[in-house]
T-cell receptor, first 112, second 111 residues
Framework: DSGVTQTPKHLITATGQRVTLRCSPR?????VYWYQQSLDQGLQFLIQ???????AKGNILERFSAQQFPDLHSELNLSSLELGDSALYFC???????????FGSGTRLTVV | KNEVEQSPQNLTAQEGEFITINCSYS?????LHWLQQHPGGGIVSLFM???GKKKHGRLIATINIQEKHSSLHITASHPRDSAVYIC?????????????FGKGTHLIIQP
């Protein structure tokens, strides 16, 4: 157990639907990062939150949004899903006190 | 944006061989990460290094900041080392963006 918890582990849904992926960071970590890993694009940074505030945006589509709650867990919302959104979605957390990142085990999203 | 290149893309070796995976990046950084991803998909952080060399068990990571190059070595390789190894760099200038990743090296160690 890395200390970063992601749920669900697997998700199968239809095109056009909306899903929510959840991440609980490692205890004490204020930063949460979301990454997407697809076969053709590899790992890509989507968005970062720090202590409830959006800190940085990467290659995140407008159909996607995220937030970080007061208890520091984060949710990534994916809407109007397309086949190309099928991917592994990872959450990672870090803190200023601890160097490095801790990754969750990922959510495998399949859009059919 | 930092460009990260890894080589080789694929590597198959026999158990016991010494393995080297290379990573080059285009813009100066404060530190570099080596990650391991097993077939199940989970990602494990192996090393974060900003200079010199780090060793953990049979894994050794080196970095040359001036040449913008890092290597990951595996000594006495074992089939359980079979995985994808990914190098990643933070944004140059120490900004708040997330990591930029190489495309990974698919390593297979045959018994």
């Amino acid at each position: 157990d890395s200390g970063v918890t992601q749920t669900p582990k697997h998700l199968i849904t239809a095109t056009g639907q909306r899903v929510t992926l959840r991440c609980s960071p490692r205890s004490g970590d204020l930063s949460v990062y979301w990454y997407q890993q697809s076969l053709d694009q590899g790992l890509q940074f989507l968005i970062q939150y720090y202590n409830g505030e959006e800190r940085a945006k990467g290659n995140i589509l407008e159909r996607f949004s995220a937030q970080q709650f007061p208890d520091l867990h984060s949710e990534l919302n994916l809407s109007s899903l397309e086949l190309g959104d099928s991917a592994l979605y990872f959450c990672a957390s870090s803190s200023q006190a601890r160097i490095g990142y801790t990754f969750g085990s990922g959510t495998r999203l399949t859009v059919v | 944006k930092n460009e990260v290149e890894q080589s080789p893309q694929n590597l198959t070796a026999q158990e016991g061989e010494f393995i080297t995976i290379n990573c080059s990046y285009s813009v100066g950084i404060s530190a570099l990460h080596w990650l391991q991803q097993h077939p199940g998909g989970g990602i494990v952080s192996l090393f974060m290094l900003s200079s010199g060399k780090k060793k953990h068990g049979r894994l050794i990571a080196t970095i040359n900041i001036q040449e913008k190059h890092s290597s990951l070595h595996i000594t006495a390789s074992h089939p359980r080392d079979s995985a994808v190894y990914i190098c990643a760099v933070p944004p140059s200038g120490g900004g708040a963006d997330g990591l930029t990743f190489g495309k990974g090296t698919h390593l297979i160690i045959q018994p």
